[in-house]
Every structure is written in structure tokens, then in C-alpha cells.
């Protein structure tokens, strides 16, 4: 290949970095460009075509499976055979990109890391260009970190003990203001996308492995049929063989749950396997039918467990599916982060994942996700019980599994009823997740579990859906209306304790008075923001 011109991405608005030009080369910045140039417009409509599903939700109440892909669901195929590093993937630890991430995660005794450019990364620019020097610098064993408050070293393993990474860029409505093309900002998951397979593939390629990708928030097969054509480009353009890279859609939009087997299809030569995510399904459950009635009312998150009957649902539909097309079954989140002063705390929280991950073993999965080291071990035993020395349980086709459509949205199948304290707790986790996100964390600790965007995205919708929905809450003995004053006042409440918790001096330093009015803003505002990460990044980078 010939020397590439001068890129015609322009970097806007940003600080440079150290070491940036080893990211930003031209040559990377000109493939970023090719893949906009190819495919934006296509990412343009398929946003459109969400707005006007959402609007035929909103007018119909319901869903069903597609009548025009009948014959993919009832055809003989299966996706290509999964590669040797991405057979087995009993458990995955997830967690975004930071120099000591990287190398914990890598170490961790997991099978895969999901590098997360996504819902545990807040894009500021620094997070998006070092987060993929990281990697670079992981795959070239050139990386090391020490703590600077404990004095604590950090170094990777040797080679054959590492996880395999699987990269989760950004999600189809975020742009990335700082590189432009024209005056205008490239779609965040083309920047996330491009940089590292651009970097990356013949690396891992030579390393025995391959770019391997996460999709998130992914609402269609026309969508997963976009990425396909993209990495079929990509793979053009480095010159790597067809198939080398490899896919896993995450099924965490209701859309997406209705056309399973659509999405296996289209990736076909590229799919790697479904993921069940669980807070991310939960949020777009309410999006989508935020008006439909008390029918569609979820209760507090945490009472929204996987055995919920339409959470079954959907769980053994995706385990049936995939394994009727040849592809993994990954779980979801075990989000608990030990605590390192209540052993009791911890004992408990052991107990609730041994058995989320014993119910995800039992029932066909292949694979689940961690969010902490600790967890490895107890989700490790889970699925070693069951599969033994097999590296997946592909073989269990699950032909007793049923799904109507109407079984995905029974969401009135749940006793559970909203309660006052799932309102200050959904006031609580948003107020204190936005504002570490508004700072550049992405993935943060709080009340001892590992919260992300979906967590708080969940957080917001449901004081949306509570307060237009009239739900009454039952609060020391007498009835109480879900109201915007009352979500201000828990609000107010919430901003005092954590002052008083935290001092006057970190509350300054902070922006907890900004996060506070943002989250009011996305769950009082009549007109519901799609995303509130939309919002969020223009106070990112504004």
C-alpha cells in the first residue's frame, strides 16, 4: 500500500495527548474517514427507522416477530464455527479501557474482557484515544502501571494466561465531536470502531486471535446488517480474510429481542453469539412503551429479577436461538463489587451470584458476564459444574423453550408494584452516576455495585414512566402520588446528604449540582430524551 494522503478528518476542539500520533496516525484517520464516508449515511436512516418504530409502538402497544423474515427464522443455516480463542467464554469480566483496567482485567482468569468504550466509558477524548493506546500498548506487552496512593505495581501475566479481549465501541447514536469530517462530528462507534481494527487486526491476527467486537444497543437486523458491511470493508481494506472478524450482539433493546435470529443472520460469517443485557432491555422496555398504560408500569429495578416471568422470556429464547444456529449464549451482569470492610456484605452478595450464575449454567448459557476479579472464581464454579472440560454447551439445542410474542412484553405479569424507596434510590444511583460520568468515569462503585449508562438510563426512566404513569406509592401507611415536586424534593434531599457526607470541599470540587439538574431534566422533561448520554456529552465537551 502507498503512503496515505493527509487525512481529511479534522481533530477539533482537543488537547493533545501524549503519545496521540500513535493513534491518530493519517493512515488510521484515513480509513476512520473511508468508513464514514461509506457508511454514515446508512447509520443516518437506520436512526430515522428507530424514531418510527418507536412511534408505532407508541401507537400499537405491542410488538411481534417480523412476518417479512419468516423464511430466515424457518431456514436450515447456522453461523460460522466459532474461533479456538472465542470457544470458550464461560465467564467474561467487563470494564472500560484505563491503563490499570486493562491489565487487572487481563489477569483476571476470565476468558474475555469486554475493553468497553461503551456504557463503562465516558467519552471524553482522553478516554477514547488513550483507552485505545492501551490496548495497543497491551497487545506490544509494553504496559505497566503503578498506583500513585498505594504505590502499588500492575503487569500482565504471560501471554497464555491472558483473557481475550472482545471491544465494545460506542453505540450508533453518539457522534464524536472532536473528529469531524467537513464540519461534521463522525459517528463515535465508526472512531471506536476504526481506530482499532485499524491498529489492531493483523496484531491479534499474529497473536493467534482476532478483532473480535461487542454491539451494543443494537434495535434491528438492518442494523447488525450495517456492521456486517462494515467489517467486510474493513477486512477489504487491511487485506485480512473474510470472516476474521467476529461479532456479539448484545440483546438489550425489546426491538432487538423480536428478530434474534435476523441478527444471527445477517452477521452470519461474523457472528460470534448473543449476550442477555439486563439493565440496558429493562430501559428500553420503558422507552418504548413509556405510554402504554399501567400494563407496561416496571416496578423498582432490583425487584425486576431474571426469574420475572417476561425476563424468562426472553432469556430462553435467546439460549434457544443461539444454540439452534450454532452460536454462544452469554449472560448478564454480575454487578456486585466486594466491599473490603463488611464480610457479611459480601457473603450475601456471593450467595445472590453463585445463584444467578448456577440458574444461567443450568439453564444453557454458555458464558456470563462479572464486573469485579472477586467474581471469577464463583461464576468460573458455576459454569466448570456444568460443562466439565466441553468449552461451551452449544449441544443443548433447549427444543423445550416456547416464546409467544406477547411473552416478552407481559411485563403486568409481576406482583412487584413501584415503592417510594425505589424512587430515592433511582434519584440516588442517577444523581451520584451522572455526576462521575460528567468527570470522565464511565464505570462507577456505588452502594456496593458497579453501575454504568444502562444502570442510570433505568434510573431515569422509571421516575419518567412513575410520575406520567401516576403511580401511587405506599409510604408509611398512606398513599403517596408519583409527582415531578416529589422527584424534585427527593432530589434536594439527595444533593443536601451527599454535601454532608462528602463536605464542602469535595461537593465543590465535584459537579453534583450539575448532575443533580440533569437528571431532573431527563426524567421531568415532557419530551423524553432518547438517550441520556445525548445531553450528558454536550456538558462533556461543551
Known amino acids: 500500500m502507498s503512503a496515505p494522503a493527509p487525512s481529511p478528518l479534522a481533530i477539533v476542539d482537543a488537547e493533545p495527548l501524549p503519545r496521540q500520533e500513535e493513534v491518530l496516525t493519517d493512515a488510521a484517520l484515513a480509513f476512520v474517514a473511508e468508513l464514514h464516508r461509506n457508511f454514515t449515511a446508512r447509520r443516518d436512516e437506520l436512526l430515522t427507522r428507530r424514531r418510527d418504530r418507536r412511534a408505532e409502538i407508541a401507537r400499537t402497544s405491542t410488538l411481534d416477530f417480523r412476518p417479512e423474515t419468516a423464511e430466515i427464522r424457518a431456514g436450515d443455516w447456522k453461523v460460522a464455527p466459532a474461533p479456538a480463542a472465542l470457544n470458550d467464554r464461560r465467564v467474561e469480566i467487563t470494564g472500560p479501557t484505563d491503563r490499570k483496567m486493562t491489565i ?79 464540519g461534521r462530528p463522525v459517528p463515535g462507534a465508526l472512531v471506536d470502531f476504526g481506530l482499532y481494527f485499524f491498529h489492531n487486526a493483523q496484531r491479534l491476527i499474529d497473536l493467534g486471535k482476532g478483532p473480535y467486537f461487542y454491539l451494543p444497543k443494537t434495535e434491528s437486523y438492518l442494523e447488525a446488517r450495517l456492521w456486517n458491511d462494515i467489517f467486510v470493508f474493513a477486512q477489504d481494506y487491511v487485506g485480512i480474510p473474510q470472516g476474521t472478524v467476529r461479532a456479539t450482539v448484545l440483546i438489550e433493546t425489546i426491538t432487538a429481542a423480536y428478530e434474534m435470529e435476523e441478527i444471527l443472520f445477517e452477521l452470519k460469517d461474523h457472528a460470534a453469539g448473543l449476550n442477555a443485557g439486563r439493565w440496558d432491555y429493562l430501559f428500553s422496555i420503558v422507552k418504548n412503551f413509556r405510554d402504554g398504560g399501567e400494563k407496561f408500569v416496571l416496578p423498582d429495578r432490583n425487584a425486576v429479577t431474571m426469574t420475572a416471568p417476561f425476563m424468562r422470556a426472553y432469556t430462553e429464547l435467546l439460549v434457544r436461538t443461539c444454540h439452534k444456529r450454532g452460536a454462544h449464549a452469554i449472560g448478564g451482569m454480575a454487578a456486585f463489587i466486594p466491599s473490603r470492610r463488611d464480610a457479611e456484605v459480601n457473603k450475601v452478595a456471593f450467595e445472590k451470584v453463585k445463584a444467578d450464575k448456577d440458574r444461567e449454567a443450568g439453564d444453557g448459557f454458555d458464558g456470563s458476564w462479572v464486573a469485579h476479579p472477586d467474581l471469577v472464581p464463583i461464576a468460573m464454579a458455576s459454569f466448570d459444574a456444568v460443562l466439565g472440560d466441553k468449552p461451551n454447551q452449544k449441544d443443548r439445542l433447549r427444543e423445550d423453550v416456547s416464546v409467544a410474542p406477547g411473552d416478552l412484553i407481559a411485563i403486568d405479569s409481576l406482583d412487584a408494584k413501584p ?124
Request: proline share 2%; charged share 25%.
Open 104 to 182: 487487572n482485567a487481563l489477569n483476571s482468569g476470565a476468558r474475555v474482557w469486554l475493553a468497553d468504550f461503551e456504557d463503562a466509558s465516558a467519552p471524553t477524548w482522553e478516554n477514547v484515544v488513550l483507552g485505545q493506546l492501551n490496548l495497543i500498548d497491551a497487545y506490544e506487552r509494553r504496559i505497566d502501571f503503578t498506583d500513585a496512593k498505594s504505590g502499588k505495581s500492575y503487569a500482565l501475566k504471560d501471554a497464555d494466561q491472558l483473557a481475550t479481549v472482545v471491544m465494545r465501541p460506542r453505540g450508533w447514536h453518539l457522534e464524536e465531536r472532536h473528529l469531524q469530517f467537513d
Open 419 to 542: 415503592t417510594y424507596e425505589g424512587l430515592v434510590s433511582a434519584v440516588q444511583v442517577g444523581i451520584r452516576y451522572i455526576e462521575a460520568w460528567l468527570r470522565g468515569l464511565g464505570a462507577v462503585a456505588i452502594f456496593n455495585l458497579m453501575e454504568d449508562a444502562a444502570t442510570a438510563e433505568i434510573s431515569r426512566s422509571q421516575i419518567w414512566q412513575w410520575i406520567n404513569a401516576g403511580v401511587v406509592f405506599e409510604h408509611d401507611g398512606t398513599p403517596l402520588r408519583a409527582t415531578a415536586d416529589l422527584a424534585r424534593k427527593v432530589a434536594e434531599e439527595e444533593l443536601a446528604a451527599i454535601r454532608a457526607e462528602i463536605g464542602e470541599e469535595a461537593f465543590a470540587a465535584g459537579k453534583w449540582q450539575q448532575a443533580h439538574d440533569l437528571l431532573l431534566k431527563v426524567s421531568l422533561d415532557a419530551d423524553y430524551a432518547d438517550f441520556l448520554t445525548l445531553p450528558a456529552y454536550e456538558q462533556l465537551v461543551g
